[in-house]
Protein backbone atom coordinates (compact mmCIF):
# COMPACT_ATOMS: atom_id res chain seq x y z
CA UNK A 1 0.00 0.00 0.00
CA UNK A 2 1.24 3.50 -0.81
CA UNK A 3 2.17 5.45 2.39
CA UNK A 4 0.74 9.08 2.23
CA UNK A 5 3.06 11.24 1.26
CA UNK A 6 3.88 13.82 4.21
CA UNK A 7 3.87 17.51 2.99
CA UNK A 8 6.58 20.05 4.03
CA UNK A 9 10.21 20.36 4.71
CA UNK A 10 10.38 22.51 7.67
CA UNK A 11 13.81 22.21 9.21
CA UNK A 12 13.90 19.20 12.45
CA UNK A 13 9.66 18.44 10.86
CA UNK A 14 10.41 16.50 8.24
CA UNK A 15 10.10 12.98 7.88
CA UNK A 16 11.76 13.21 4.27
CA UNK A 17 15.03 14.06 5.96
CA UNK A 18 14.27 11.79 8.89
CA UNK A 19 14.20 8.93 7.16
CA UNK A 20 17.65 10.05 4.85
CA UNK A 21 19.56 10.21 8.21
CA UNK A 22 17.52 6.81 9.76
CA UNK A 23 19.31 5.50 6.62
CA UNK A 24 22.64 7.04 6.50
CA UNK A 25 22.50 8.75 3.64
CA UNK A 26 24.25 11.80 3.84
CA UNK A 27 23.65 12.55 -0.43
CA UNK A 28 19.84 13.53 -1.00
CA UNK A 29 17.98 14.97 -3.70
CA UNK A 30 15.81 17.92 -3.32
CA UNK A 31 12.21 16.66 -3.01
CA UNK A 32 11.00 19.74 -4.23
CA UNK A 33 7.39 17.93 -4.53
CA UNK A 34 7.43 18.62 -0.56
CA UNK A 35 7.74 21.92 0.31
CA UNK A 36 4.33 23.29 1.71
CA UNK A 37 3.02 26.78 0.82
CA UNK A 38 4.05 27.70 4.09
CA UNK A 39 8.21 26.75 3.17
CA UNK A 40 7.39 29.12 0.02
CA UNK A 41 5.93 31.67 2.38
CA UNK A 42 9.07 31.53 4.99
CA UNK A 43 10.86 31.98 1.91
CA UNK A 44 9.27 34.98 0.41
CA UNK A 45 9.38 36.42 4.22
CA UNK A 46 13.14 35.87 4.33
CA UNK A 47 13.80 37.13 0.84
CA UNK A 48 11.83 40.04 1.19
CA UNK A 49 12.94 42.07 4.36
CA UNK A 50 16.75 41.06 3.11
CA UNK A 51 16.51 42.84 0.06
CA UNK A 52 17.49 46.50 1.72
CA UNK A 53 19.89 44.88 3.91
CA UNK A 54 21.67 43.54 1.61
CA UNK A 55 21.79 46.52 -0.44
CA UNK A 56 23.52 48.11 2.63
CA UNK A 57 25.61 45.85 4.19
CA UNK A 58 26.74 43.17 1.41
CA UNK A 59 29.53 42.98 -1.01
CA UNK A 60 29.20 43.08 -4.34
CA UNK A 61 30.04 40.24 -5.67
CA UNK A 62 27.49 38.96 -3.57
CA UNK A 63 24.73 41.48 -4.56
CA UNK A 64 25.77 40.88 -8.76
CA UNK A 65 25.70 36.94 -7.47
CA UNK A 66 22.22 36.79 -6.50
CA UNK A 67 21.22 38.84 -9.59
CA UNK A 68 23.00 36.13 -12.37
CA UNK A 69 21.75 33.30 -10.52
CA UNK A 70 18.01 35.03 -11.01
CA UNK A 71 17.53 33.66 -7.73
CA UNK A 72 13.09 32.99 -6.82
CA UNK A 73 12.68 35.57 -4.79
CA UNK A 74 8.80 33.64 -4.06
CA UNK A 75 9.58 30.14 -3.87
CA UNK A 76 12.09 27.38 -2.45
CA UNK A 77 15.10 27.73 -5.43
CA UNK A 78 15.45 24.59 -7.14
CA UNK A 79 18.71 23.17 -6.81
CA UNK A 80 18.96 22.97 -10.61
CA UNK A 81 17.55 26.08 -11.50
CA UNK A 82 20.45 27.90 -9.71
CA UNK A 83 23.22 25.12 -10.76
CA UNK A 84 22.35 26.13 -14.05
CA UNK A 85 23.54 29.35 -13.93
CA UNK A 86 26.31 28.74 -11.45
CA UNK A 87 28.17 25.88 -12.64
CA UNK A 88 28.69 27.64 -16.08
CA UNK A 89 30.64 30.37 -13.91
CA UNK A 90 33.30 29.12 -11.76
CA UNK A 91 32.13 25.24 -11.87
CA UNK A 92 30.68 25.21 -8.44
CA UNK A 93 26.98 23.30 -7.96
CA UNK A 94 24.75 22.75 -4.60
CA UNK A 95 24.84 19.16 -3.56
CA UNK A 96 21.47 18.00 -1.40
CA UNK A 97 22.54 16.91 1.57
CA UNK A 98 20.35 15.52 4.32
CA UNK A 99 21.88 17.67 7.31
CA UNK A 100 25.32 17.24 8.89
CA UNK A 101 28.28 16.25 6.74
CA UNK A 102 31.47 14.99 8.88
CA UNK A 103 34.35 17.75 7.97
CA UNK A 104 36.40 16.13 6.14
CA UNK A 105 33.50 14.77 3.80
CA UNK A 106 32.04 18.40 3.77
CA UNK A 107 35.69 19.83 2.85
CA UNK A 108 36.50 17.04 0.09
CA UNK A 109 33.30 17.86 -1.51
CA UNK A 110 34.61 21.63 -1.81
CA UNK A 111 37.57 20.37 -3.40
CA UNK A 112 35.08 18.74 -6.33
CA UNK A 113 33.46 22.09 -6.38
CA UNK A 114 30.41 20.90 -5.00
CA UNK A 115 28.70 22.34 -1.83
CA UNK A 116 26.52 20.44 0.73
CA UNK A 117 23.69 21.95 0.77
CA UNK A 118 20.58 21.98 3.19
CA UNK A 119 17.17 21.50 1.41
CA UNK A 120 15.09 22.26 4.65
CA UNK A 121 13.72 25.82 5.49
CA UNK A 122 13.27 27.49 9.08
CA UNK A 123 10.05 27.30 10.01
CA UNK A 124 8.11 30.76 9.73
CA UNK A 125 7.52 31.07 13.35
CA UNK A 126 11.52 31.24 14.29
CA UNK A 127 12.72 33.71 11.26
CA UNK A 128 15.46 35.13 12.85
CA UNK A 129 17.36 32.66 15.03
CA UNK A 130 17.87 28.97 13.71
CA UNK A 131 21.04 27.16 15.55
CA UNK A 132 21.53 24.67 12.66
CA UNK A 133 21.54 25.52 8.96
CA UNK A 134 18.81 25.64 6.29
CA UNK A 135 18.40 26.50 2.69
CA UNK A 136 18.21 30.62 3.50
CA UNK A 137 21.07 30.29 4.92
CA UNK A 138 23.16 27.91 1.95
CA UNK A 139 21.43 28.78 -1.02
CA UNK A 140 20.72 32.75 0.21
CA UNK A 141 23.63 32.97 2.23
CA UNK A 142 26.48 30.78 0.87
CA UNK A 143 25.58 30.10 -2.57
CA UNK A 144 25.79 33.73 -4.25
CA UNK A 145 29.26 34.30 -3.40
CA UNK A 146 30.08 30.78 -5.72
CA UNK A 147 29.72 32.90 -8.22
CA UNK A 148 32.91 34.76 -7.66
CA UNK A 149 36.12 33.32 -9.34
CA UNK A 150 38.59 33.89 -6.63
CA UNK A 151 36.29 32.96 -3.50
CA UNK A 152 35.41 29.24 -5.43
CA UNK A 153 39.01 28.90 -5.63
CA UNK A 154 39.55 29.86 -2.37
CA UNK A 155 36.99 26.95 -1.49
CA UNK A 156 38.65 24.36 -3.59
CA UNK A 157 41.65 25.46 -1.27
CA UNK A 158 39.82 24.27 1.93
CA UNK A 159 39.74 21.18 0.37
CA UNK A 160 43.30 20.85 -0.44
CA UNK A 161 44.10 21.51 3.21
CA UNK A 162 41.78 19.00 4.25
CA UNK A 163 43.45 16.42 1.70
CA UNK A 164 46.89 17.57 3.00
CA UNK A 165 46.11 17.33 6.65
CA UNK A 166 44.06 14.10 6.00
CA UNK A 167 47.39 12.48 4.08
CA UNK A 168 50.33 14.44 6.77
CA UNK A 169 48.15 12.14 9.52
CA UNK A 170 48.69 9.11 7.77
CA UNK A 171 51.98 9.08 7.97
CA UNK A 172 52.03 9.29 12.15
CA UNK A 173 52.33 5.64 13.19
CA UNK A 174 51.96 6.89 17.36
CA UNK A 175 47.83 6.49 17.06
CA UNK A 176 48.03 9.21 20.14
CA UNK A 177 49.92 11.54 18.84
CA UNK A 178 48.21 11.08 14.97
CA UNK A 179 44.48 11.92 17.03
CA UNK A 180 46.21 14.50 18.88
CA UNK A 181 47.44 16.58 15.51
CA UNK A 182 44.31 16.22 13.60
CA UNK A 183 42.34 17.50 16.04
CA UNK A 184 44.15 20.39 16.10
CA UNK A 185 44.16 20.60 12.36
CA UNK A 186 40.66 20.17 12.02
CA UNK A 187 40.05 23.14 14.77
CA UNK A 188 41.88 25.07 13.11
CA UNK A 189 40.78 25.18 9.90
CA UNK A 190 37.14 25.24 11.38
CA UNK A 191 38.23 28.43 12.53
CA UNK A 192 39.50 29.68 9.67
CA UNK A 193 36.35 28.76 7.76
CA UNK A 194 34.20 30.22 10.46
CA UNK A 195 35.45 33.79 10.52
CA UNK A 196 35.85 34.57 6.36
CA UNK A 197 33.58 31.82 4.72
CA UNK A 198 30.55 32.06 7.40
CA UNK A 199 31.42 35.66 9.17
CA UNK A 200 33.64 37.35 6.82
CA UNK A 201 33.81 41.02 6.51
CA UNK A 202 36.03 42.99 3.75
CA UNK A 203 37.02 46.20 3.02
CA UNK A 204 38.42 47.11 -0.25
CA UNK A 205 42.04 48.07 0.00
CA UNK A 206 42.64 52.35 -0.25
CA UNK A 207 39.42 52.38 2.36
CA UNK A 208 35.64 52.09 1.48
CA UNK A 209 33.16 50.84 3.62
CA UNK A 210 33.32 47.64 5.56
CA UNK A 211 31.08 44.57 3.90
CA UNK A 212 29.73 41.24 4.41
CA UNK A 213 30.97 38.31 3.09
CA UNK A 214 30.18 35.45 5.28
CA UNK A 215 26.93 33.60 4.72
CA UNK A 216 26.35 33.61 8.83
CA UNK A 217 25.64 37.62 8.20
CA UNK A 218 24.04 37.30 4.94
CA UNK A 219 21.71 34.86 5.58
CA UNK A 220 20.56 36.99 9.66
CA UNK A 221 18.34 39.97 9.29
CA UNK A 222 19.80 41.39 12.86
CA UNK A 223 23.16 40.17 13.01
CA UNK A 224 24.23 41.71 9.32
CA UNK A 225 23.51 45.32 10.80
CA UNK A 226 25.15 44.51 13.71
CA UNK A 227 28.16 42.99 12.18
CA UNK A 228 28.81 46.46 10.39
CA UNK A 229 27.33 49.41 12.73
CA UNK A 230 27.57 47.96 15.97
CA UNK A 231 30.46 49.46 18.56
CA UNK A 232 29.92 45.93 20.49
CA UNK A 233 32.00 44.58 17.69
CA UNK A 234 35.82 44.31 17.82
CA UNK A 235 36.72 43.98 13.85
CA UNK A 236 40.11 43.31 13.28
CA UNK A 237 42.40 42.37 10.37
CA UNK A 238 42.41 38.61 9.24
CA UNK A 239 45.55 37.04 10.68
CA UNK A 240 46.12 33.21 9.84
CA UNK A 241 48.12 33.13 13.63
CA UNK A 242 45.00 35.36 14.73
CA UNK A 243 41.93 33.52 13.74
CA UNK A 244 43.33 29.58 14.15
CA UNK A 245 43.79 30.11 17.78
CA UNK A 246 40.44 31.88 18.05
CA UNK A 247 37.28 30.30 20.19
CA UNK A 248 34.15 30.76 18.82
CA UNK A 249 30.71 30.48 20.14
CA UNK A 250 27.76 30.14 17.72
CA UNK A 251 24.40 30.04 19.60
CA UNK A 252 24.86 34.34 19.98
CA UNK A 253 25.66 37.40 17.57
CA UNK A 254 29.81 37.60 17.55
CA UNK A 255 31.35 39.81 19.63
CA UNK A 256 34.85 39.63 17.26
CA UNK A 257 35.15 39.54 13.45
CA UNK A 258 38.30 39.54 10.73
CA UNK A 259 38.62 42.08 8.22
CA UNK A 260 40.20 41.15 4.30
CA UNK A 261 41.20 43.33 2.16
CA UNK A 262 39.33 40.87 -0.97
CA UNK A 263 38.73 37.77 -2.78
CA UNK A 264 42.17 37.55 -3.74
CA UNK A 265 43.50 37.98 -0.50
CA UNK A 266 41.13 35.77 1.20
CA UNK A 267 42.81 32.97 -1.86
CA UNK A 268 46.08 34.23 -0.45
CA UNK A 269 45.09 33.14 3.09
CA UNK A 270 43.79 29.71 2.23
CA UNK A 271 46.52 29.12 -0.24
CA UNK A 272 48.88 30.01 2.54
CA UNK A 273 47.03 27.57 5.04
CA UNK A 274 47.74 24.80 3.28
CA UNK A 275 51.31 25.87 3.64
CA UNK A 276 50.90 26.05 7.47
CA UNK A 277 49.20 22.36 7.65
CA UNK A 278 52.44 21.06 5.99
CA UNK A 279 54.72 23.02 8.45
CA UNK A 280 53.15 21.59 11.44
CA UNK A 281 52.30 25.06 12.52
CA UNK A 282 48.62 24.05 12.91
CA UNK A 283 49.39 21.33 15.12
CA UNK A 284 49.17 22.93 18.69
CA UNK A 285 46.58 25.41 18.08
CA UNK A 286 44.82 26.73 21.59
CA UNK A 287 41.84 24.73 22.38
CA UNK A 288 38.65 25.81 23.06
CA UNK A 289 35.43 25.69 20.57
CA UNK A 290 34.92 24.00 18.13
CA UNK A 291 34.94 21.02 19.88
CA UNK A 292 36.06 18.20 17.23
CA UNK A 293 33.47 15.45 17.37
CA UNK A 294 34.57 11.57 16.90
CA UNK A 295 32.72 11.85 13.64
CA UNK A 296 34.90 13.94 12.21
CA UNK A 297 38.04 12.66 13.19
CA UNK A 298 36.45 9.35 11.55
CA UNK A 299 36.30 11.06 7.81
CA UNK A 300 39.59 12.15 8.49
CA UNK A 301 41.14 8.85 9.29
CA UNK A 302 39.80 6.95 6.76
CA UNK A 303 40.39 9.35 3.98
CA UNK A 304 44.06 8.71 5.04
CA UNK A 305 43.63 5.07 4.62
CA UNK A 306 42.49 4.94 1.23
FE1 LIG B 1 27.20 28.08 6.54
Redesign the pocket.
Known amino acids: MNQPVVQGLTTNKAPFIERARANGDIYIRQPYELYSEENHQTWRQLFARMRDRWRRYANEKYLRGVETLFMDQDHVPRFEDVNQFLQRLTGFSARPVSGYVPSYIFFDCLRRREFPTTVTIRDGETLEYLPE?DIF??VA??VPMHTDRAFADALVRFGECAAAAAEIASRISDEHEKLRRLTSNIRAMSRFFWFS??FGLMRAPGGGALKAYG??LL?SFGELAHSIESPQVAREPFSIERVVNQPFEIDHYQPLLFVVDGFEHLYALADELEDWIVQGRLDDVAGGEPSVSEGDLRSFLEAAAV
Do not use: A, L, V
Request: hydrophobic letters at 10%.
Open positions: PHDGHIESGS
